[in-house]
């Protein structure tokens, strides 16, 4: 389960482009939990990828 964790920090600068709706809902979410909009964005890739190397090791 996804828990979004306090404290994450970034390393490299990109700038990425995200459809207004997504956005929001990010915002929204880092807003609620305190934390940075870009802290949320790792945390979220991070778990993603860890799920996908999940998937691959069971299947």
């Given at each position: 389960m996804f828990e979004i964790q306090k404290g994450a920090g970034a390393i490299?600068?990109?700038?990425?482009?995200?459809?207004?709706?997504?956005?929001q809902h990010l915002d929204e979410l880092a807003r609620d939990n305190g934390i940075s909009m870009n802290a949320l964005i790792l945390q979220?890739?991070?778990?993603?990828?860890?799920?996908?190397e999940k998937q691959r090791q069971e299947g």
């Open positions: 490299r600068v990109k700038t990425i482009r995200l459809p207004d709706e997504l956005f979220c890739c991070n778990y993603a990828l860890c799920s996908m």
